[in-house]
């Protein structure tokens, strides 16, 4: 069964940088469309940013973009999100997901919404934490 590891969550202050990463046990990231969601206390998850290395698409949410970088590096089966000058708003818990098909990310980039409907396999979550 598919496992998604996050790890890289943290404590930082405004302006500052954190690196989420997200391990699959297995070549998870040549075939799905990848995404990264967050949930903050009594709000919904958001999608903020996706990717697919085979569709070569990627998509951020107007909350992070310019801020936020997504990647994938299939060697090492890892997607990541680099997630620049963040903002006590940035404070959630992160999640990976993947969905079985990387059209699901070419629907993303058509529809400009990231919505967790088709993302089947789920990670355990990281938590960031942005103080003012």
């Known amino acids: 069964q598919e496992q998604l590891v996050e790890s890289g969550g943290g404590s930082v202050q405004a302006g500052g940088s954190l690196r989420l990463s997200c391990v699959t046990s297995?070549?998870?990231?040549?075939?799905?469309?990848m995404g990264w969601f967050r949930q903050a206390p009594g709000k919904e998850r958001e999608g903020v940013a996706s990717l697919s290395l085979v569709g070569n698409t990627t998509y951020y949410s107007d909350s992070v973009k310019g801020r936020f970088t997504v990647s994938g590096d299939s060697a090492k089966n890892t997607l990541y999100l680099q997630m620049n000058n963040l903002s006590p708003e940035d404070t959630a818990v992160y999640y990976c997901?993947?969905?079985?098909?990387?059209?699901?990310?070419?629907?993303?980039?058509?529809?400009?919404?990231?919505?967790?409907?088709?993302?089947?396999?789920w990670g355990q979550g990281t938590q960031v934490s942005v103080s003012s």
């Open positions: 297995k070549s998870t990231l040549n075939i799905a469309c």
């Open positions: 997901a993947a969905a079985p098909s990387f059209l699901t990310c070419v629907h993303v980039m058509t529809t400009h919404f990231l919505g967790p409907t088709h993302f089947k396999t």
